[in-house]
């Protein structure tokens, strides 16, 4: 029993020891190059950011899979960031493309935009709707206190009418 324990124990420490000096196994980086928003409209701005040039490190950008040719990345404000920034050219068609950045130091690094023609694109694009639809539906004694008083009694008239005749031939006297 105490050797079991023992094999349990050895084996479970040799695997958690495993996963904890494991390499991935595509040996590549996970650092990526940030494109916001990911979805845009043609004519908007672009941010892109990444962690891949290190320190005080510079980039330059291609975006001309989407038509917006090359574009700076610079440090940022955070320590190891590069960014950089261009606009959707406004004959870019809907689809994903792909950006690329090249550090000073050879590194490169990738991210996706997806171009769309919706304006769900974006929010700060959203048109809201305001004022009056003119549907042709309701209103057709306009707003006057009275008057609506004068419509729903009638229509209270008409169905209290209605429902006497049809009691009446229920039962049997005829109309």
Sequence with gaps: MRRTARLVTGTAFAVAAAALTAVPAYGGSTVSLEVSPSTA????DIAVSTEACGTNGAATGDASAVGAGTFMLAAGTHE????GRFRVPPSAQPGTYEIVAKCSRGTLVTGDLTVTMTAAASSRDQVQPRGHVNTGVGGALGTDPTRTAAG???LAVAAAGGTWLLHRRARGDGI
């Design 41 to 44: 409209l043609p004519g908007h």
């Design 80 to 83: 190891n960031d590069a960014v």
């Design 152 to 154: 729903v009694a009638a």
